[in-house]
Each structure stands twice: as C-alpha cells, then as structure tokens.
C-alpha cells in the first residue's frame, strides 16, 4: 500500500490542501478571487483546484467528485456555467451545498469554495 502525503500543507490554518492516498487525491479550501463577484469566485476556486492538482502532474480532468459551497445556493446556475466552460464535458458527481462561512469579510467576501476528490490513474473518460 503507497503511504500517505499531503501537499501545499498550511500550518496557520492547520490543514492541508492536497492529500494522496492511493490512487486518490483529497482537495480542501479550495478559494480564489474573494471580495469580487461569484463567476471570478467560482473560477478563482478552480484555478487554485488546477495549481494543486498541478503538484501530483494532474488536471481538472482527473477530478470524480465535488463538493460546492455557496453563501448564497441561488448561485448555483453560474457555477454551472463555469463548469460547462472549463470541464469539456468531463463532469465529476457533485453536489452543492449553502452556508455561512467563518472567514474575514464576512458577507462581502468568501462566496464560493470547492472541495474535491481526483483519481490519479490513467482512464478512457467518456460521457458513458
């Protein structure tokens, strides 16, 4: 069995951002843009997603799992824009969810962020 590791560990906040363990990987926080309008929210999330990934030499492709968190869940049709625009088609099971987040800013600045769970081994990924 491969050991565990984790990446970009943030000893601040007590977390880490990417953890592997087998052939998964384990993506947390994920958060960018934050104090400007829900699309560059949204896309700042699965940018930061991209640059972890980036780490372990995977993509957005890799991603099978996210979970979406949304101050406000009415959002939720321009996260579905963004993904059509940056997932081709490959779309990993999700779901969202609403909720108040514990961050500087209050109301006014973290609106969206993504959780996600990637698997690292080479697959035909198709719409079937």
């Given at each position: ?11 601040d ?26 699309e560059?929210?949204?896309?700042g ?8 990934l ?37 779309y990993?099971?999700r ?5 108040e987040?514990?961050?500087?800013g ?23």
């Amino acid at each position: 069995m491969k050991s565990i590791k984790r990446y970009d560990v943030q000893e601040d906040w007590s977390y880490t951002g990417l953890v592997e363990a087998g052939d998964f990987y384990f993506l947390n926080y994920c958060s960018g843009n934050l104090g400007q309008p829900i699309e560059d929210q949204i896309n700042g999330a699965f940018d930061e997603m991209e640059r972890r990934l980036a780490l372990v030499g995977l993509t957005l492709d890799a991603l099978v799992k996210m979970d979406c968190l949304f101050r406000d869940i009415w959002n939720l049709p321009v996260m579905e824009k963004v993904i059509k625009e940056r997932f081709n088609g490959k779309y990993p099971a999700r779901k969202s969810i609403q909720t108040e987040f514990a961050q500087n800013g209050g109301p006014e600045g973290l609106l969206f962020q993504v959780d996600g769970i990637a698997y690292s081994k080479a697959l035909d990924i198709s719409r079937n």
